[in-house]
């Protein structure tokens, strides 16, 4: 353990997470899909703040995936307005607690000015070294391996990774997936070969701080041979 884990959980320093569950949690409760979604966005905020005291060096966070294009086309709009939000009132804050921000997708499809807004909270937290927050956006696994294809010349492994979205990223030690889905969808294909898994049973909306906690405890435990004998 280091003096960077204050809370004396013994845990991942590279985490990401499949905050699954804001329809659910919102249909639960009478509401539309889209508070669900704010309820989302307000845990998130939490998480980043709660990550950064536990420790966590970087989290990696899937806010909208390829596929998630496929919604209904006013869960879609909401969505995007929301991003676009969330990015101009969340930035200095989250520059002031020393996250550094990068967004990790493809930029086909994205609006002009979403594109925008993210070019700018990346360059306004460019320097930050507390926390890197990556956010999985318009992200989808089979898109970065096959855009990583294109221009790979050879070089093996190490030389493929640097091709993907985010290079300076390293691959999680943990992926943990809200809201009882067991599976990736998509996410962190290349980077999740060999990070342990924590499926939650909780809705993303209702996940805290405890949760992450014990998601950390577990992994702790975990016994990790990346396919060698001990
Ligand atoms: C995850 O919550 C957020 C996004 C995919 C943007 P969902 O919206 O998938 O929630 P459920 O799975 O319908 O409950
Ligand atoms: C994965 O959740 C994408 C995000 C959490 C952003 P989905 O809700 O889109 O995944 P499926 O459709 O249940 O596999
Ligand atoms: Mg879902």
Do not use: C
């Amino acid at each position: 353990m280091t003096a960077s884990e204050p809370s004396g959980v013994a845990g991942a320093t590279s985490v990401a997470i499949i905050m699954d569950g804001n329809g659910r949690w919102a249909t639960e409760r009478g509401l539309p899909v889209l508070e669900g979604h704010r309820r989302g966005a307000k845990t998130m905020k939490q998480t980043v703040k709660d990550a950064v005291a536990l420790g966590i060096r970087e989290l990696t966070v899937y806010a909208f995936s390829t596929e998630n294009w496929s919604r209904p086309s006013d869960e879609v709009a909401g969505l995007m307005e929301m991003f676009a939000e969330l990015i101009v009132s969340e930035t200095p804050e989250l520059d002031d607690e020393g996250v550094r921000m990068r967004f990790v997708g493809s930029r086909r499809g994205v609006s002009d000015s979403l594109l925008k807004q993210m070019d700018w909270a990346e360059a306004e937290t460019a320097a930050n070294t507390r926390l890197a927050l990556f956010v999985a956006f318009n992200y989808g696994g089979r898109a970065e391996i096959l855009d990583a294809a294109e221009r790979y010349e050879g070089g093996g492994e190490e030389a493929f990774a640097k091709l993907l979205y985010a290079p300076e990223m390293s691959d999680p030690e943990l992926v943990i997936r809200t809201s009882g889905e067991k599976r990736l969808s998509n996410f962190l294909l290349w980077q999740s070969a060999y990070s342990e898994f924590l499926f939650s049973d909780v809705l993303w909306p209702d996940f805290d701080r405890a949760e992450l906690e014990a998601a950390l405890r577990e992994y702790a435990s975990r016994q990790r041979r990346f396919g060698a004998r001990e």
